[in-house]
């Protein structure tokens, strides 16, 4: 029998090497257990970084400039992405099922850009999350906002729900129009969020204090990309994000409304993982996009 030859014969067990164990270079994830943490992995390099490409617009203001045919748009760009944000709806009937990023997958949502946006339900049980393979789910969280309250709930039932699935949950500040976008708020909404127990949280950049904002919280901080700016104005931004401790970014109009989409996610990802400054970033999109600058 093959087995109890193999047993017989069994010598190398490496007496002068003590088992290794693995470090993990995600913040705050060192004593999660195993599945979440090969979900996270998924997200984050080796280097502990990640570029992720938003693309879930669509759940609140439908029809969005550059997300008109996602087939067309987004897909194309995946082999660039660490991990594709977006909603199941997408993904189940546009991204191809043979992609290898991570999938963090919307998983609150409700209100139209037509009503109160903060008034938010969950959008996605967490048994379906496992079903999409989702390596993480996104929950926004409207502090200071009308529903806050009920927007925490949201992200406490996902936060259970994944941990009894081994999925993280991504908590996503939301800055309504009333609400002041700087350092005290941003490192009030990503600090409570972090306490109920979300495993990495999307916040916007700000110029003041952003370094305090990361500090502040003790899981992945990921920059939140925002409207279109000028190609050197969203990569500045994505390396001050980084230099002041972001675990990564999040961006999807500052990529997919660009004249050349493939040439910026190349430069961001050179940002995220390579070290580039704003300037050289910006270089290699020109270079790569035949001279664009939009
Ligand atoms: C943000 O809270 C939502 O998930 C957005 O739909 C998306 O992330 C926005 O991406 P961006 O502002 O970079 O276009």
Not at 19 to 34: I, M
Request: aromatic share 6%; hydrophobic share 45%.
């Amino acid at each position: 029998m093959a087995d109890l030859e193999g047993n017989l014969n069994a010598k190398d067990w490496g007496l002068d090497s003590p088992q290794r164990s693995w470090d993990f270079p995600v913040k705050g994830a060192g004593q999660l257990d195993f599945g979440m943490r090969h979900r996270l992995a998924r997200i984050f390099g080796a280097d502990g970084h990640t570029a992720m490409l938003a693309f879930d617009h669509g759940y609140f203001q439908g029809p969005t400039s550059g997300l008109e045919r996602i087939d067309l748009s987004i897909v194309p760009l995946a082999p660039y992405a660490d991990a594709l944000m977006a909603t199941r709806g997408i993904i189940r009937s546009v991204i191809p099922s043979s992609v290898t990023n991570a999938l963090v997958v919307r998983a609150s949502g409700g209100p139209s850009v037509l009503k109160e946006l903060s008034n938010e339900r969950v959008a996605m049980q967490m048994a379906d999350a496992a079903r999409i393979d989702a390596a993480a789910v996104a929950v926004q969280v409207f502090i200071g906002g009308e529903f806050e309250t009920q927007s925490i709930a949201n992200l406490n039932e996902q936060i259970d729900a994944g941990l009894a699935y081994g999925i993280p949950v991504l908590g996503v500040t939301a800055v309504g129009k009333e609400l002041t976008r700087d350092a005290r708020y941003l490192g009030l909404a990503t600090r409570i969020i972090a306490e109920f127990g979300a495993q990495l949280v999307k916040t916007y950049y700000v110029e003041e204090g952003f370094e305090q904002v990361v500090a502040g919280c003790p899981v992945p901080i990921i920059m939140a990309g925002g409207k279109k700016l000028p190609s050197l104005d969203a990569l500045t931004m994505a390396f001050r994000a980084m230099d002041a401790g972001a675990a990564g970014v999040d961006m999807g109009r500052n990529i997919f409304q660009r004249t050349d989409p493939t040439a910026m996610i190349r430069a961001v990802r050179g940002i995220v993982h390579d070290g580039l400054r704003p300037e050289e970033a910006h270089a290699l999109y020109q270079e790569l996009s035949s001279g664009a600058d939009d």
